[in-house]
């Protein structure tokens, strides 16, 4: 069985910082290309980055370029999230989810719980 | 880059109805890159259909995608009691990814 589950969210200050993680199992990590996605309180999905299988390419929205940075640890099973310089506007939870090239292209097919990240002073 | 709205908001049926959900994009994108999510409260979001028309694995046949170019739309033939619920419509282009706003189809 496929399974996500992030953690690391929580309560910060802002331009503090915070590391998500997510750890993966049940399928072949190293194989997959990998995205973060979060949801507003408001209730939108934004897609905040994604990182090729190999950690070679990585992408992301303009709202969080130069502030986020998405890395893998294929040995690990792992995908993270740096927060650096956070803003009341990044509260949101979220998601860790897979994005497969070739059996559903463009989508995201899995996705963990979400953990909770509020940004508050 | 593109954007995605999503009609009507809400959309308020009762079980047994047909339900008809609208995506439209700013301008005219590749089939194969659209895709529809269901997501219930407290929930992740489940991916329904994959290139606009492609129904994801264990997805019930009621569900149906169809659509080209700027306009696509999900349908549900006979609502059932688990698919009152907000669905997103998704588009993935140039390695970015844009949602929709979503449409509540919420009980009459």
């Known amino acids: 069985e496929v399974q996500l589950v992030e953690s690391g969210g929580g309560l910060v200050q802002p331009g503090g910082s915070l590391r998500l993680s997510c750890a993966a199992s049940?399928?072949?990590?190293?194989?997959?290309?990998m995205s973060w996605v979060r949801q507003t309180p408001g209730g939108g999905l934004e897609w905040v980055a994604n990182i090729k299988e190999d950690g070679s390419e990585k992408y992301y929205v303009d709202s969080v370029k130069g502030r986020f940075t998405i890395s893998r640890d294929n040995t690990k099973t792992s995908l993270y999230l740096q927060m650096n310089n956070v803003r009341v506007e990044d509260t949101a939870m979220y998601y860790c989810a897979r994005a497969p090239r070739l059996t559903t292209p463009g989508t995201f097919d899995c996705w963990g719980q979400g953990t909770l990240v509020t940004v508050s002073s | 880059e593109i954007v995605l709205t999503q009609s009507p908001g809400t959309l308020s049926l009762s079980p047994g109805e047909r339900a008809t959900l609208s995506c439209r994009a700013s301008q005219s994108v590749r089939s194969t890159y659209l895709a529809w999510y269901q997501q219930k409260p407290g929930q992740a979001p489940r991916l329904l259909i994959y290139s606009a028309s492609n129904r994801a694995t264990g997805v019930p046949d009621r569900f149906s995608g169809s659509g080209s170019g700027t306009d696509f739309t999900l349908t549900i033939s006979r609502l059932e009691p688990e698919d009152f619920a907000v669905y997103y419509c998704q588009h993935y282009a140039n390695s970015l990814f844009t949602f929709g706003p979503g449409t509540q189809v919420d009980f009459k």
């Open positions: 049940g399928f072949l990590f190293r194989t997959y290309w």
